[in-house]
Nanobody
């Protein structure tokens, strides 16, 4: 009953920028955490950036200083501004949200994934 719809991926040259967007809708009491993960075929999924309710953020070391996560709680949306992109950033990026339902139980939800390709 909760869906996450993400967009913004594409093909970009090294050094370029992309902005990913994700919005959650459905039966939501609150959202504790929203974030972005990425995965390359044959490699384990990794957390790229997370925004926790209360204002805390964290990033994987490889994107610090280049990526910025932001959140709009009124829209249940999260964004990832990606600058100075490198070929090693190429992956499928997945939006994630830990949603608290009105029952006060929490569940994890995932977006459909968007491909980011950094190549010349």
């Amino acid at each position: 009953q909760v869906q996450l719809v993400e967009s913004g991926g594409g093909l970009v040259q090294p050094g370029g920028s992309l902005r990913l967007s994700c919005a959650a809708s459905g039966s939501i009491f609150s959202i504790d955490t929203m974030g972005w993960y990425r995965q390359v075929p044959g490699k384990q999924r990794e957390l790229v950036a997370a925004s926790i309710s209360g204002g805390n953020t964290n990033y994987v070391d490889s994107v610090k200083g280049r990526f910025t996560i932001s959140r709009d709680n009124d829209k249940n949306a999260v964004y990832l501004q990606m600058n100075s992109l490198k070929p090693e950033d190429t992956a499928v990026y997945y939006c994630h949200a830990r949603v608290v339902h009105y029952s006060k139980y929490s569940f994890d939800y995932w977006g459909q994934g968007t491909q980011v390709t950094v190549s010349s």
